[in-house]
């Protein structure tokens, strides 16, 4: 049973990803991680110039899920294309995530990583961070406009990140593919919070966050699903992604391939091994003889 796919032009020895955000600054995190048993490994989100972040707190554990507002923090592009060589020196197979205030920034950083990944993957959908230009990721023509630029900018598959709008959903999708994305990540965290009864003020320091891990699936479920109805392009699942039944649902519902985020905190760097030996035994059991036969199922009612 083969378990390989394809996302466009980029090949993947499994439908397993690390999400971006979650072990995603050092070479040495994103090579463990590869080595673990994913199938590509995406970095932390990228801006021009470091960036600290937000002070604690910065993170709740719900209990269903976790709500974190860390603020995009990162080295910045110079020490990540440091880090990006020593990667790649690995042959891992890797995409870097980049998130800007405005599009000439997000072509800037498309030229200088374009030669150290295997794709980008445009964070256009942020909910943690205020005033950085990621409203782009809900207005179709921009969404549509930024893609394209990047793509022109781009030697690589562009992936488009996207949040989790149901409603207008289809919209935003067809706007990435007609921007020439590779691929969609659907989705990104969806904007949440929560406040303090006793001091009665947000726990959060950013006040908002985003909100990931099992409280996110349905809603990340549902875009997928309704986004698989009108693209030609790949989809990429993302959210609340803990075992082989939920990577499943999500490759029913369209996903060819599944990002994994949140659940490495509980479950540790073996679910990529363990994810992919559940779909194999999966595929076995329904003789499928491979992945891709698996991919929208679901909507065959």
Known sequence: MSINVSLGALSLRNPTILASGILGTTASSLIRVYKSGAGAVVSK????????????????????????SMGLPNPGLDEMIVEFKVVKSKKVKLFGSIFASDIDEFKYLASKLTDYVDALELNLSC????????????????????????????????????????????????????????????????????????????????????????????????????AYEVLSIPIIGCGGIYSWEDAVEYILAGAKAIQIGSAIVSEGLGIFKKICIGIKKYLEENNIDKINDLVGLAHRR
Not at 46 to 66: A, F, H, M, Q, R
Not at 166 to 185: C, H, K, N, Q
């Open 45 to 68: 989100s990228i801006s021009i110039n470091p960036n600290e972040g937000y002070k604690t707190p910065v993170l709740i554990d719900l209990g269903y899920g976790y709500i974190n």
């Open 127 to 226: 909910p943690t961070k205020m005033g950085v230009g990621l409203e782009i990721g809900k207005i179709p023509w921009m969404v549509e406009e930024t893609t394209r630029e990047v793509y022109k900018k781009s030697k690589v598959p562009v992936i488009v990140k996207l949040p989790p709008l149901v409603t207008l959903i289809d919209e935003l999708t067809l706007a990435a593919e007609d921007g020439g994305a590779s691929a969609v990540t659907l989705t990104n965290t969806a904007k949440a919070m929560k406040i303090d009864v006793f001091s009665k003020k947000p726990i959060l320091q950013g006040v908002y966050g985003g909100l990931s891990g099992k409280a996110l699936k349905p809603l990340s479920l549902a875009c997928v699903f309704k």
